[in-house]
C-alpha cells in the first residue's frame, strides 16, 4: 500500500501535544541560556563581551521564531485531526441513511 499514509486523529493530537510540550521545554531553555548571559554582563566588560551579547540575542531572534513555526505545526497538526473527526462523521452520518435491506 505504497503511497497511502495512516494516521488517526488521536495521533495527530498526541503528536500535537508532544510538540508542543518540546516547545515549552525549548522557550525554558531559551530563557535560562538569556538569562545566564545576561548575567555574565556584570562580570565581563569590553568589546568582546558585547559582541557576544549582541551575536546570542540574535540567536534568541531564530529561537523565536522556530518557537512561532512549531506553534503553527501544533495547530496543523490540530487542524488535521479535527478535519479527519468531521469527515469521519460525515461518512458515518451518510453510511447510515443507506439502506440496509438491499437484496431480498
Known amino acids: 500500500m ?25 522557550q525554558n531553555l531559551t530563557q535560562q541560556m538569556i538569562s ?13 563581551a558585547t559582541a557576544y551579547s549582541n551575536k546570542f540575542h540574535q540567536l534568541e531572534d531564530d529561537m523565536n521564531r522556530m518557537h512561532s513555526m512549531i506553534n503553527e505545526h501544533v495547530t496543523d497538526l490540530k487542524s488535521m485531526a479535527q478535519n479527519y473527526q468531521s469527515a469521519e462523521q460525515a461518512n458515518a452520518e451518510v453510511g447510515n441513511t443507506l439502506p440496509g435491506d438491499v437484496i431480498s
Not at 545566564?36 to 568582546?48: C, I, Q
Open 2 to 26: 505504497e503511497g497511502i499514509i495512516k494516521v488517526t486523529p488521536e495521533k495527530l493530537i498526541s503528536t500535537a501535544e508532544e510538540f508542543n510540550a518540546t516547545n515549552s521545554q525549548i
Open 36 to 48: 545566564t548571559v545576561d548575567a555574565l554582563k556584570s562580570a565581563w566588560e569590553g568589546d568582546a
